[in-house]
């Protein structure tokens, strides 16, 4: 049967990212995962299982590593006249 569903944007992209993945159509990874809550209701399961982890991005990898000043030092460097010294020469 041919149905419509209204998704939110971003729960669609990680649907259909899911599915390429997988190398699946977007429909069969959506029946599969109907199915699936289908019969743990059956089964008295309600618990759903938790979310995977959040892969980090590049800034969680690498924050540690930018330059940060502390409270007392100036947000922008280009303040300061000795960061320009010899600039264009």
């Given at each position: ?7 939110p944007d ?22 599969e995962g ?43 460097l280009s ?11």
């Open positions: 049967m041919r149905t419509t569903v209204d998704l971003d729960l669609f992209r990680r649907a259909k990212a899911e599915a390429a993945l997988r190398g699946r159509k977007l429909k069969d990874l959506i029946e109907l199915r699936q809550l289908l019969t743990r209701s059956a089964e008295g399961e309600h618990a759903v299982e938790p979310a995977r982890p959040r892969r980090p991005t590049a800034h969680d990898l690498l924050k540690d590593l930018i330059f940060d000043y502390d409270e007392d030092g100036p947000t922008d303040t300061n006249p000795k960061h320009f010294e010899d600039f264009g020469r």
